[in-house]
């Protein structure tokens, strides 16, 4: 148990040393779960459907296998691919 407390009070010294990288976690988070089906809040960004962000810059949240998906023939052998981002469509330098 001493050596438990010890660890803890370690990664937490450790953790609390680094806010030169803008690094400033919560010791106290709450842990979530569900144990009906192990999934947290609302919407269905882990267990439905899931759309792009309409372009490159805009946040994805896709989860495994619930994002857009195509079939490609390449190599003479048929594949799902799952893109996880949008294509870029323009350049971010040029705003």
């Given at each position: ?39 947290v ?6 267990n ?13 949240f ?15 052998r ?18």
């Amino acid at each position: 148990m001493q050596s438990t407390i010890l660890t803890i009070v370690s990664w937490a010294s450790a953790v609390l040393g680094l806010p030169h990288f803008d690094n400033y976690p919560p010791l106290d988070f709450p842990r979530w779960d569900d144990i009906v089906n192990e999934t947290v809040g609302s919407g269905n960004w882990h267990n439905g459907s899931n759309l792009q962000a309409p372009d490159a810059l805009a946040p994805n949240f896709i989860a495994n296998n619930f994002g857009p998906k195509d079939l490609n023939s390449e190599g003479g052998r048929y594949k799902v691919v799952a893109p996880l981002m949008p294509e870029l469509g323009f350049d971010p330098a040029e705003g």
